[in-house]
């Protein structure tokens, strides 16, 4: 008796392989956007030096999680600066980390009216969130319309990473803009790699031996 071979694949297999490829290519769009994200932020820092006088709002102050300098974990500072009635928020610079999560580290911040320069940026770059945006002073992202409209305080549509020197013992030593995009790219390519992967192995898997009479 002869035998062959069949497709026949199994609807269980089929169903894993479908959510793993949307998983896969999710993160791996994920990952493009923000190789694009820090492309377009380059390309935008290089004509927007801005210099603002102002007074500091602090108990409007946000700290920024999860952001490293030197394989240590900290804040970025970002602070509301009344400019004319207006406001700005300003990205002053980072801190460390306290060793617990519950304490936040104390940040000195200027009083009376400053001179701030540095770049002004459409938005500050974003992590992976899931979920509705967050509220209180420890935050993963912070977007202008949202903070906004929690505040009641009339932003303008930018914030300012600041470059100039201040005694509030808060680090400057800002990440090139464009660092990682090879990494976000290579990171990407993986992911869409792995999706194809799944469906050569569905495939693959799916022949399976039959008698023919």
Known sequence: MASGYSFRPRGWAIAAAALACAAFIALGNWQAHRADEKRALAAELEKRDVTLSGIYRPEYTVFLDNKIRNHR???????PLRVDGDYVLVNRGWVEAGRTRETLPEVRTPAGRVQVEGIALDHLPRTLQVGAPQTGKVR?????AEFGAETGLRLR????????AADDGLLRDWPRPDAGVAMHESYSLQWYSFAALTVILLVALSFRRVAKG
């Open 140 to 144: 993963q992202n912070l977007g202008l």
């Open 73 to 79: 974990a900290g804040y970025e500072v970002i602070t």
């Open 157 to 164: 549509p930018y914030f300012l990473e600041q470059h100039s």
